[in-house]
């Protein structure tokens, strides 16, 4: 009876986080596309459902909530059908959408389409060889050689993004990095935009004029054909008529130039909103959260290059070594476990919000980037893809964070996995990262005062 109650909490609670992502993709990422493939929204939100559904389990582990031989099931479940899911299910759709965009291949559709899982089974099995991520002792088929190599490619996915993002974050928030906008500058831009537009308006006028005069005198319908035509007709343009080729290429060079100068001039004005958005209570709330976030990122750095050099990984999780040596410093009477406990839920809880609210950002920003009406079921089955490898790396990740007794289970479910591995390479690809986007920032930054003082 146990049982059945456990399994009705998880099977409700997957319903709700079901029909989130089913919302999430109507109305984030499909709302401007016409959702012709039913299919792909079921996986992205299966896949969404089973991913939130791991980070509830941790909290209810945590929390103590249903039984224990329970939630070892729904784990051992959840694992089983997320790796189906990512393993077999997302990468043959991928494939079978790929190939049905091709007209040439539109018949024999499924065969490509398994040919490419294949191909794809291929790469992904020997991505295990040159890590450390597993025990000999694990058959060919067993779940923790799936988890091993989905974590190595969520992990990385982890860290890059976690690198990018302690750096980027403070540089968006802090005024400090905002460049100096007055009206001047935004005039003095515009005049230019001007200026351009009317040299556009001005050639088009000769070009019409042109082609009217030639349309008169009937050298419109015997004008040459082809290259050489073309050719020939630079070559043997009459006196004082209109060289149309050469016209048209300083018009296309002119509104390309018009282009760069309307994003610009767009540029300015968002600074200028933001810095006067930066003078606001709001503001320099954000901006204090950015010095927050500057050192933060500084001290991640310093601890990802210490644990890298040291090969050092922590027994403890953060929470419990932060009060005992608090505790330990101060001379005081404390309950260690007790409040080690309930810091910890409400951290994993903060960095389980966060994490899934960040991803959803991420996500929504990418698809509207590079999304067509022919890609969007491809890309929308790839974000899905990196949605499931995100949030199971996550749990490995989390694990850590954890008191040492919450994490039996999920130790069990995930097998003997090489834990200290994921640990060292998320700090060096962290590292990696975090330097490449303080290099990235600094030279567009150092850049984009000189584009701006180009006359």
């Not at 990512?86 to 049905?100: E, R, W």
């Not at 005049?191 to 006028?205: A, F, G, H, P």
């Not at 073309?230 to 509104?255: C, F, R, W, Y």
């Not at 069990?412 to 920032?441: C, K, M, P, T």
Request: a positive charge; proline letters at 2%.
């Amino acid at each position: 009876m146990s049982f059945l109650i456990d399994s009705s909490i998880m099977v409700t609670s997957q319903i709700l986080f079901f029909g989130f992502g089913w919302l999430f993709f109507m109305r984030q990422l499909f709302k401007d596309y016409e959702v012709r493939q039913y299919v792909v929204q079921v996986i992205f939100s299966v896949t969404f459902a089973f991913s939130c559904t791991m980070f509830e389990l941790i909290i209810f582990e945590i929390l103590g909530v249903l039984n224990s031989s329970s939630r070892y099931f729904h784990w051992k479940m959840n694992l089983c059908v997320i790796l189906l899911i990512l393993v077999f299910m997302v990468p043959f759709y991928i494939g079978y959408f790929i190939v049905s965009n091709i007209q040439l291949l539109h018949k024999q559709r499924l065969l490509f389409s398994c040919l490419l899982w294949l191909t794809f089974m291929y790469f992904f099995w020997k991505l295990g060889d040159p890590f450390p991520i597993l025990s000999p002792k694990h058959g060919i088929l067993s779940i923790e050689q799936l988890i091993s190599r989905v974590g190595v490619i969520g992990v990385t996915l982890m860290a890059l993004l976690s690198g990018f993002g302690a750096v980027n974050c403070p540089y968006t928030y802090m005024s400090y990095f905002l460049r100096n906008v007055t009206d001047t500058d935004i005039l003095a831009l515009e005049r230019r935009l001007l200026q351009t537009m009317d040299m556009i308006i001005s050639k088009k006028k000769r070009m019409a004029m042109a082609r009217r005069t030639m349309f008169q005198k009937g050298e419109v319908h015997n004008k040459p054909s082809g290259f050489w035509g073309m050719i020939k007709s630079v070559a043997t343009s009459a006196p004082g008529s209109e060289n149309l080729t050469l016209i048209q290429q300083e018009v296309d060079a002119l509104e390309e130039l018009s282009r760069q100068l309307f994003l610009e001039t767009a540029d300015l004005y968002a600074t200028k909103e933001r810095i006067e958005y930066s003078k606001t209570f709001k503001g320099k709330y954000f901006n204090f959260l950015g010095y927050f976030f500057s050192i933060y990122c500084v001290w991640k750095i310093f601890m990802a290059t210490i644990n890298i050099v040291f090969d050092r990984v922590g027994k403890t999780d953060p929470v419990t070594r932060g009060i005992e040596i608090t505790v330990n410093y101060l001379g005081i009477q404390f309950d260690v476990k007790f409040w080690s406990q309930h810091i910890s839920f409400i951290l994993v809880g903060i960095i389980i919000v966060t994490s899934i609210r960040g991803l959803l950002i991420t996500l929504t920003k990418f698809f509207y980037a590079i999304s067509s009406s022919k890609s969007s079921n491809v890309i929308v089955l790839l974000l899905a893809q990196i949605m499931g490898m995100y949030f199971v790396s996550s749990v490995l990740l989390i694990r850590m964070s954890m008191p040492l007794e919450y994490r039996t289970i999920i130790t069990e479910v995930l097998g003997e996995l090489q834990f200290n591995f994921y640990h060292r390479w998320f700090d060096v690809i962290f590292l990696v990262s975090a330097l490449s986007s303080i290099l990235f920032l600094y030279l567009a930054h150092k850049q984009a005062p000189e584009k701006h003082m180009a006359p």
